[in-house]
């Protein structure tokens, strides 16, 4: 029963974050070009954009492969959703899978392979090279990004996401690996085209790899784009912040605040962190990210050693 309960949460959780960072940003993008707009009329921005897009006449470019831009849209839709399905909403997740922590990083290349398969279907040059631009920027922060994930499977000994949960139930992996989190957070914004990392679907191509998407076809991949950073950052929850442990509250309440501040956060920084070009950030991957991560990952299997060694 707690499994059924956990399940018909999860959908409506992720639809909830959602529209909050479609609100959220549209927000801070009125406060930043000097609107200001209330926060009821921001709240409801997801509806009429919603609105908006489904009574939007669809459109479609000369020779284009219809069946691969639907496929690449829906299956963003789909990885986006089955990759937080193995967040335990409390002390359970819908899917309690032995590799849950694997099972999330395949579903974000999943991700990337639908992003890539919406630049390529409409037959468009600028779409193309948006859909090229996100295989570039994926295959420049998996690395950093795969890194962080294994080093809090490392600190808890299992690839479980429960046991990985109570493996904090005394100190939070964030306090042990701050390194490990700080290049989750932007990793995970790049494996989710968000902030400065958006240059797949930049204006210098015409919106890149979503350029030529209109009506439901761009309704769906904008949600998710969306759905894709919620489970990003609810899969932080138990990774680096200590699951459902918490005072007072029920397990599966820290579980929905935990992520709605990280996703509060990741929001935050799409207005504060500098845009910059593309290769610019792969630079900084390489030769910052995949380094600091790797130091990271070093150190605590060495404490993970340390500690295992005293207990024998």
């Not at 005394?170 to 995970?188: G, H, I, K, Q, R």
Request: glycine fraction near 12%.
């Amino acid at each position: 029963m707690a499994t059924v309960a956990v399940t018909c949460l999860l959908p409506v959780a992720l639809v909830a974050g959602a529209w909050w960072v479609t609100a959220l940003d549209g927000v801070l993008a009125d406060r930043a070009a000097g609107l200001g707009a209330g926060a009821g009329w921001g709240l409801a921005r997801p509806g009429r954009e919603v609105a908006r897009l489904l009574v939007a006449q669809r459109r479609t470019t000369l020779a284009a492969d219809g069946i691969l831009r639907w496929a690449g849209v829906v299956t963003l839709v789909v990885a986006s959703v089955l990759g937080a399905a193995v967040v335990p909403l409390g002390w359970r997740a819908p899917a309690e899978l032995s590799v849950g922590v694997v099972w999330f990083n395949a579903m974000e290349v999943v991700a990337w392979a639908a992003v890539w398969l919406v630049g390529w279907g409409p037959n468009s040059a600028l779409s193309l090279v948006g859909g090229y631009r996100f295989v570039a920027q994926g295959l420049s922060y998996e690395l950093p990004h795969m890194f962080a994930i294994i080093t809090a499977a490392l600190g808890a000994g299992s690839l479980r996401m429960s046991e990985i949960v109570d493996a904090q139930a005394d100190l939070w992996f964030v306090v042990w690996m701050p390194a490990a989190f700080a290049v989750y957070l932007l990793s995970a914004a790049a494996m989710a085209f968000w902030g400065p990392f958006d240059a797949p679907l930049g204006r210098d191509v015409a919106g890149g790899a979503a350029g030529e998407l209109s009506g439901v076809d761009r309704l769906l991949f904008a949600g998710g784009r969306r759905l894709l950073l919620v489970a990003a950052a609810a899969v932080a929850v138990p990774l680096f912040l200590g699951g459902g442990h918490g005072p007072w509250l029920p397990a599966w309440a820290w579980v929905l605040l935990k992520a709605l501040a990280v996703l509060t956060l990741l929001v935050w920084l799409r207005h504060r962190l500098p845009v910059v070009r593309m290769d610019r950030w792969a630079e900084v991957s390489w030769i910052v990210l995949l380094p600091l991560t790797m130091v990271q990952t070093l150190a605590v299997a060495l404490v993970t050693l340390a500690v295992g060694g005293v207990g024998r």
